[in-house]
């Protein structure tokens, strides 16, 4: 499909699935009667579909730019917060807030949570720049290992200070919970996206590599620090407020990039959408699927992307092998 064509059709989708998260759940609330609701349904759609159809766009958004920013910058189109470990990471810190802090606030949480998530996604990139083997698929898979050898220290620490229950709450992602009042620190993907999409043409030339980039004079360091701390506040807030979306940064901007190329300016609008689009649709499956009841989102990006990741590797093995 063409861009001049692809935009619309994507915002048209968007408007549409936006409507129907709105109006689809146990509480009657259609659109035909929305001039006539009684006070109920008004609280039910201004306190909790409201509130979750936003926070689902804003997740949908931050995490699809997350996801392509990572891979930009590390060169490595199967490199997202699920598969470098930054989502792990920011799981233990909100652990340690808990454990320091007893009942910690949102903000101590946000903030230990971001500092973990930072330097876990930092530790990562280490750990690529030492890799002498860089195999496209072969990046990831260590990744995934250093992702779950954070998880598995949040886990033995977790039964150590008796927050197992707690810690588990942050491990599948849930859009159920969230009610006005307590999903507003996704906002923050906003300004993440639009400074994301001013350094866009840094990223792609920090993606060359640092020799490239010094050369065309661009502060390689720099830009790599911009890029690894918006990734970090995005996966950061993401998690704290609606839990861990496996795969979701990593399969957005590669559905993206299978269509519109590799332009990394020209992608960041598409690829927001995309997400938006893309977590909404997931959500109202799992909303309708054992209607009255609902499958937590995390379960069904969590299928749906790993099937899409097996799917990558199998294609990017078979390219390396051609």
Request: aromatic residues 10%; proline residues 3%.
């Amino acid at each position: 499909m063409k861009r001049s064509l692809l935009i619309p059709v994507l915002s048209a989708a968007l408007v549409l699935l936006t409507a129907a998260s709105l109006f689809v759940g146990v509480t009657d609330v259609r659109l035909s009667g929305l001039f006539r609701l009684d006070d109920d349904q008004v609280m039910v759609l201004l306190t909790s579909r409201v509130p979750r159809t936003a926070a689902i766009i804003l997740a949908g958004v931050g995490m699809g730019v997350a996801g392509l920013i990572m891979q930009q910058l590390s060169r490595n189109k199967f490199v997202s917060p699920t598969t470098s470990g930054t989502d792990d990471s920011a799981r233990l810190g909100i652990l340690v807030a808990m454990i320091l802090f007893g009942s910690a606030s949102t903000m101590q949480k946000m903030i230990l949570a971001l500092l973990f998530a930072l330097a876990g996604t930092y530790l990562f990139m280490l750990i690529l720049d030492r890799i002498k083997f860089k195999d496209a698929v072969f990046i990831p898979l260590v990744g995934l290992m250093f992702g779950n050898i954070v998880s598995s220290i949040t886990t033995f620490f977790a039964y150590r200070y008796d927050l197992l229950q707690a810690v588990t709450t942050w491990l599948q992602g849930n859009f159920a919970l969230v009610i006005k009042g307590r999903y507003e620190l996704l906002y923050l993907a906003v300004p993440a996206v639009l400074a994301a999409y001013v350094y866009a043409n840094k990223f792609t030339i920090a993606g060359m590599g640092e020799d490239f980039a010094i050369n065309l004079g661009v502060n390689y360091k720099r830009v790599v620090n911009i890029g690894l701390a918006l990734v970090s506040l995005v996966s950061a807030v993401v998690i704290l407020t609606v839990g861990m979306l496996p795969f979701l940064g990593l399969i957005i901007p590669n559905l993206v990039s299978m269509f519109q190329g590799d332009h990394l300016r020209r992608n960041l609008p598409l690829t927001a959408l995309v997400g938006a689009v893309f977590l909404l649709a997931c959500d109202i499956v799992g909303r309708l699927i054992i209607f009255p009841y609902e499958v937590p989102i995390g379960l069904t990006v969590g299928v749906i992307g790993s099937a899409m990741f097996l799917y990558l590797l199998w294609k990017g093995q078979r390219t390396s092998e051609a």
